[in-house]
Nanobody, 126 residues
Framework: VQLQASGGGLVQSRGSLRLSCAVS????????IGWFRQAPGKEREGVSC????????YYADPVKGRFTISRDNAKKMVYLEMSSLKPEDTAVYYC????????????????????WGQGTLVTVSS
């Protein structure tokens, strides 16, 4: 399994940005893709996740209403549309795969994910 995140960059406060996560070498039927972020000096935190099977989604409270996660199973891509960005959204963003996902709950903790992509830096200027 390989994941590659892209789309980070510098954006002004209240701006928008779309992150992409390319998932390759994946043969599982049922899994979840999550987005995490880690700001300087802070612990990694879960942002959002999506089930590949039914597209059900979860958002952490700090991003609810501003971020939208989506997937394109045919292209094996997962996206994170970020709008109304704030300086506190500045972080390295990672996508990850939970290959043991059963649908019983939304995996939002780092330990629930077993494959990680490299991060992409998002910087929101005030």
């Amino acid at each position: 399994v390989q994941l590659q995140a892209s789309g980070g960059g510098l954006v002004q406060s209240r701006g928008s940005l779309r992150l992409s996560c390319a998932v390759s070498r994946f043969t599982l039927d049922y899994y979840a893709i999550g987005w995490f972020r880690q700001a300087p000096g802070k612990e990694r935190e879960g942002v959002s996740c999506i089930s590949n099977r039914d597209g059900s989604t979860y958002y952490a409270d700090p991003v609810k209403g501003r971020f939208t996660i989506s997937r394109d199973n045919a292209k094996k891509m997962v996206y994170l549309e970020m709008s109304s960005l704030k300086p506190e959204d500045t972080a390295v963003y990672y996508c990850a795969a939970d290959t043991d996902y059963s649908g019983s709950h939304y995996p939002i903790e780092s330990y629930e994910y077993d494959y990680w992509g490299q991060g992409t830096l998002v910087t929101v200027s005030s």
